[in-house]
């Protein structure tokens, strides 16, 4: 029953992502197909062998020796704060972990061996998916990169960039996450789920995209042009580049979540008083709760399950996975894993103004018609958002 629930919703997903959709002639069932297989084959050996099982292992014990590293670092800075009862600091135990991943993203980008990872993988994803380059470029490119610096790297390819196909770069940004903050996330959920969202993620925003903004290009006119994402002139250049840069993003999440979390309560008060007690929470619970049951989530914890997924959307991923760790030792493993994968990515409101904002700054032209196109770009990346966490649900 499991899987029929899942594939039906999976089929509801692409159902709404094909009527959103403006070119339906136009629309790369091919690709589309390709990717899904591939999140299949993705799933199938991440949840269902040892060898997947082992790999998921292997690289969460490897960011976690990382995050060790970076502690050390915290520690040597703020050691001296003793709390009681064993009481931990969200923004030195979490947020500033990221200004050492950052580094690390860095230096591995001066090395040119990012680049040359991204450079062909996006080849190959293109190549099976008969996607142009430059969509898969940046689809590849923002598993690493945030939603600002992967769009900054094809910015000399922006002239060319269609309505179509800015929207499925857009969409590629949002639905995804920087490696940077990865190990933030890692110290909030389990660490396997929110690895498997990653990929599931790239592929989710491409074929939700693609299905909404169907485009062709030329084989002459399909090249990429990519911008040279580090500046840095030597290693330790580098290395101080991505610390102030990780710096940083460490203090603009802290000020976004005390501006959020404040929000939030704010409205919960306004809605106590208005109702009688409900919250927005609980609101935004009802709302998702159907496609939740079709997700996979047991009915007992879709409401839940739905007020978290509701809260990531109206607020931003990192309030709603703190939300939701309290909530992982009451729910089953099921949800865990459908909630986790669903909230590691950018699909929030607050998006809409980082990219459009950002492409402003490229093309004034161009960014007029992203913020024309904001809401149907959040609704394409929760759509997507929701196809990952139904193909996790499907092997969990």
């Not at 991505?242 to 919960?268: P, R, T, W």
Request: charged share 10%; net charge negative; proline share 2%.
């Amino acid at each position: 029953m499991d899987i029929i629930l899942g594939i039906l919703a999976i089929g509801v997903i692409l159902g709404i992502a094909f009527l959103m959709s403006n070119d339906k002639k136009n629309i790369n069932y091919f690709g589309i197909g390709v990717m899904l297989l591939a999140q299949v084959i993705t799933t199938f050996f991440m949840f269902q062998t040892e060898a997947g099982a082992w790999v998921i292992e292997k690289i969460s014990a490897g960011f976690n020796k990382l995050i060790e590293f970076g502690t050390e670092g915290v520690n040597f800075v703020l050691g001296g704060f003793v709390l009681e009862d064993g009481a931990t600091v969200f923004f030195f135990n979490v947020l500033l972990l990221i200004i050492f991943f950052a580094t690390i993203l860095s230096v591995l980008t001066y090395l040119k061996i990012l680049p040359f990872i991204i450079k062909y993988l996006g080849q190959a994803l293109s190549y099976i998916t008969r996607l142009p380059k430059v969509e898969s470029f940046n689809a590849v490119n923002s598993i690493f990169f945030g939603q600002s610096e992967a769009i900054i790297a094809i910015k000399s390819q922006f002239k060319q960039l269609s309505d179509n196909r800015l929207y499925i770069v857009s969409a590629s940004a949002m639905g995804s996450v920087s490696a940077s903050i990865v190990g933030a996330y890692i110290g909030i959920l389990p660490a396997d789920y929110v690895l498997v969202a990653l990929p599931l993620n790239m592929f989710s925003a491409l074929i939700v995209a693609s299905l909404i903004a169907p485009v062709r290009v030329p084989k002459e006119e399909d090249h990429v042009d990519v911008q040279d994402v580090s500046n840095a002139k030597s290693f330790f250049e580098a290395m101080g580049n991505g610390a102030l840069d990780g710096g940083k993003i460490a203090l603009i999440v802290a000020a976004m979540l005390i501006a959020f979390i404040a929000s939030l309560e704010l409205v919960n008060a306004m809605f106590a008083g208005l109702f009688g007690g409900i919250t927005l929470q609980e609101v935004l619970g009802v709302i998702i709760s159907p496609i939740g049951v079709l997700m996979g989530i047991p009915t007992s914890e879709v409401l839940d399950a739905g007020s978290i997924m509701g809260t990531k959307i109206v607020t931003n991923e990192f309030v709603a996975m703190l939300e939701f760790q309290g909530m992982v030792d009451s729910v089953s493993e099921k949800t865990v894993g459908i909630v986790t994968v669903f909230l590691t990515s950018f699909a929030n409101f607050s998006s809409i103004g980082i990219i459009a904002g950002t492409v402003q700054g490229i093309d004034a032209d161009k960014g007029a018609r992203v913020s024309g196109f904001g809401m149907k770009l959040l609704i394409g990346a929760t759509l997507g958002s929701m196809l990952s966490a139904t193909m996790a649900g499907l092997f969990l």
